[in-house]
């Protein structure tokens, strides 16, 4: 089955600095790759995803990279801000339905 | 807002005792998955309902098992409970809209004493 391993584990900023987590899979039969945002007490949120038939996305700070050959994909967040501050998870599934593999999470923390 | 919900918020159960969790999610969105989420650790899948059917299960036992209703809402019921099953519980809908994206409910955290 499909395996995900993420790094780091934390990841501390200062605020207006960017962050990269980044994420390796093991099924290339994959083809979507969310990332989730979690705040504590919360469940998770999807902030961006991307399908294999793109190599990059962006949504206003964050991008998404897909290097399908290697079989790993990055979270990019440029200037961050303290609201940013939660524990980010990448996974990985073969189609956005069906049963989605998790990464073990990166604590985002952003000093003020 | 995902417009998942999910009840109780928190629930504490001593070994052996059975439990149900609840999730209700928007009209439309007739695939739910649940998800356990250990603490520290990412949410492990499940299983999947799709039109009131189980649609895929990950590697849970038994004593794990769903229902999906007709109005969308979905049931999560585990027997036997045990120590390892105190975590935090996800479901997660989606709409067959060519994107089918998974959005999470705030979860349930269960706490087996």
């Known amino acids: 089955g499909e395996n995900v391993e993420q790094h780091p584990s934390t990841l501390s900023v200062q605020e207006g600095d960017s962050a990269v987590i980044k994420c390796t899979y093991s099924?290339?039969?994959?083809?979507?790759f969310p990332w989730y945002k979690q705040e504590l007490g919360k469940g998770p949120q999807l902030i961006i995803d991307?399908?294999?038939?793109?190599g990059e996305k962006k949504d206003q700070r964050i991008a998404v990279t897909l290097n399908k050959t290697a079989k790993h994909f990055s979270l990019h967040i440029t200037e961050t801000q303290p609201e940013d501050s939660a524990v980010y998870f990448c996974a990985a599934s073969l189609n956005a339905g069906n049963m989605l593999t998790f990464g073990g999470g990166t604590r985002l923390m952003v000093k003020p | 807002e995902t417009g998942v919900t999910q009840s109780p918020t928190h629930l504490i159960k001593t070994r052996g005792q059975q439990v149900t969790l609840r999730c209700s999610s928007q009209?439309?969105?007739?695939?739910v998955s649940w998800y356990q989420q250990a603490l520290g650790q990412g949410p492990q899948f499940i299983f999947q309902y799709y039109r009131e059917e189980e649609n895929g299960r990950g590697n849970f036992p038994p004593r794990f098992s769903g229902l999906q209703f007709p109005n969308y809402s979905s049931e999560l019921n585990v027997n036997a409970l045990e120590l390892d099953d105190s975590a935090l519980y996800l479901c997660?809908?989606?709409?067959?809209?060519?994107?089918?994206?998974?959005?999470f409910g705030p979860g349930t955290r269960l706490l087996v004493l």
């Open positions: 099924d290339s039969a994959s083809n979507y």
């Open positions: 991307i399908r294999s038939n793109v």
């Open positions: 009209s439309g969105h007739n695939t």
């Open positions: 997660a809908s989606s709409v067959p809209d060519g994107q089918e994206t998974q959005y």
